[in-house]
């Protein structure tokens, strides 16, 4: 955490689990907090946020814990409180501006070190308090304490060294002015073997602020000196990580919890939320995450791909697979990429690129189409569920946890298939025509085109724009119903092929690519 002004968190904590006025409060701050995103320079923002939840494996009873959500990582993480410390001392009651004297002593000077300056954009801070010595003795200074004036000298603008030079030359009899800064204090507390200390030997502070660093975040209660310590006992890296409320490979949904499961085998385990709003919060945030994580992975990756092989989407799916033909009651998570022409599906996320080399199912997206399933037409409990048809192969039945990502891939998946048949050109499909073998080519610029396999020659061709419907028997006939640009009259030719379904897929792809040509409000209007 960056030093700066008196902001000493960046996320204050609330207990979900206690009262209903605790609960309301730590939703409204969770909606209160500005979302993670992505800078305009590319880097990450380094929010965090906190709060209480209740945590278990799934079979026994849930314990309470407080999860803190950063960009990158996830950490649930257990209160530990060690007995009071009589050698800290209480913190004052106000923060009331007080004028104290100190009488220097031959040994140990002051007795206290101090933090801060304004090259740090921090007030001068009394960061330790040494026992027994000249401070100590007024019992009226305390860690956390911003010194204002010293004998009546404002130094709120001063530099650090300027105000160690200050302190020192400053006479047997020095009179502060301070005002004690409440937020500082378990932070000063921690760093205090790190310090500059004032006439006792050390006399330079180059520490530029206080830092939270470590496994652990500390906050000290000033009534009762009770040290209370966080520890990590779960880290979950959300690089490519994965967030689901379902139990995991079934279409059963847990009430108000979730998982995340982290690539490199982690598990948060089953994270249980008071209500539905708090849980709603927690799965946007850590979501948004890791989005902004796989996007900016994708970045990375795209780097070194030329732009025929960006990648348009990458992303963590369920894949339903059939039991004995039953419906579906057995889901894995499968990584899904669209990737320059391909569509490809991994069992874990490719980490480098020679990664992408290796992945074991791969289809062509302009062979292929892509189905949204509508609600009524689910197989079991699972929602946001879409279907890949490729040409030669089953269809693929997919659900994804939420609605907006199920956009993001339709809207992906269009994206592609325009990119793809750009970059293709033009596909000939072998046809009978008329009881001859011939060709059917696709082309970008000319449209539908039959030519004869033995002359070579153009039998017939129409424009994308003027195809006005087709019919097909489902196994190898084809019907196309042309309208002639001069007298209007539908003309209908008819075919037989033996791939049929390949060739449909690809029309598809060739006559959605166009239309986005023509109204390229075709494809943002179906983004989320």
Same mark, same amino acid.
């Given at each position: 955490m960056e030093a700066g002004g008196d902001h000493l968190c960046a996320c204050p904590l609330s207990r979900a689990s206690g009262s209903k006025k605790d609960r309301t409060v730590f939703r409204e701050s969770l909606r209160a907090t500005p979302r993670s995103?992505?800078?305009r320079k590319g880097s990450l923002k380094k929010e965090v946020r906190c709060g209480m939840v209740k945590v278990s494996d799934g079979k026994t009873r849930p314990t309470p814990m407080r999860l803190q959500l950063s960009m990158e990582i996830l950490k649930l993480q257990k209160e530990e409180s060690t007995p009071p410390n009589h050698n800290v001392r209480p913190t004052p009651s106000d923060s009331r501006v007080r004028i104290v004297g100190v009488t220097r002593q031959k040994v140990g000077g002051l007795g206290l070190s101090i933090k801060g300056g304004a090259e740090h954009k921090l007030p001068i801070l009394i960061s330790? +308090?040494?026992k027994e010595q000249a401070a100590d003795q007024t019992g009226q200074l305390f860690v956390g304490d911003a010194i204002i004036k010293v004998n009546g000298e404002l130094i709120t603008h001063c530099q650090h060294d300027e105000a160690v030079n200050i302190l020192r030359n400053a006479g047997d009899i020095v009179m502060l002015t301070v005002k004690h800064y409440r937020a500082a204090t378990p932070f000063l507390q921690k760093a205090n073997q790190e310090e500059g200390e004032l006439d006792n030997g050390c006399m330079s502070e180059e520490n530029d602020g206080w830092k939270c660093n470590g496994s652990s975040d500390h906050s000290l209660d000033s009534r009762t000196t009770t040290l209370t310590r966080w520890v990590d006992i779960i880290t979950v890296p959300l690089m490519m990580a994965y967030v689901t409320r379902y139990i995991f490979g079934t279409d059963k949904l847990r009430p108000n919890a979730f998982e995340v499961r982290g690539l490199n085998g982690s598990s948060t385990g089953v994270v249980h939320c008071d209500?539905?709003? +708090?849980l709603s919060q927690w799965l946007k945030y850590i979501t948004d995450n890791i989005m902004g994580l796989t996007h900016l992975q994708?970045?990375?990756?795209?780097r070194n791909f030329p732009a025929a092989e960006r990648i348009e989407y990458m992303g963590w799916v369920n894949e339903g697979i059939l039991n004995n033909n039953q419906p579906w009651q057995n889901y894995r998570p499968r990584f899904l990429t669209l990737k320059g022409t391909d569509?490809?599906?991994?069992?874990?996320?490719?980490?480098?690129?020679?990664?992408w080399k290796e992945c074991g199912l791969v289809f062509k997206v302009y062979q292929s189409m892509l189905r949204v399933i509508k609600d009524s037409e689910n197989v079991d409990e699972r929602?946001?569920?879409f279907l890949i048809q490729t040409s030669g192969q089953e269809s693929r039945y997919f659900s994804v946890e939420t609605r907006q990502e199920l956009l993001r891939i339709e809207s992906s998946w269009h994206n592609s298939v325009c990119a793809a048949v750009i970059k293709l050109g033009s596909k000939s499909f072998n046809v009978s025509f008329g009881g001859k073998l011939a060709g059917l080519t696709l082309d970008w610029n000319m449209g539908f085109a039959l030519f004869d396999n033995i002359s070579r020659q153009f039998l017939w061709q129409y424009k994308f724009s003027q195809l006005r419907g087709s019919s097909d028997d489902g196994k190898s006939k084809l019907k196309l119903h042309f309208q002639d640009v001069e007298t209007?009259?539908?003309e209908t030719k008819e075919l037989e092929c033996s791939n049929l379904q390949a060739l449909l897929f690809c029309m598809h792809a060739f006559l959605t690519a166009k239309v986005a040509s023509v109204d390229p409000a075709f494809l943002s209007s179906r983004t989320p």
């Open positions: 995103s992505l800078r330790r +308090i040494f209500d539905a709003a +708090i994708m970045k990375l990756y795209n569509v490809m599906l991994f069992d874990s996320p490719p980490l480098n690129v020679g990664d929602q946001h569920c209007k009259s539908i």
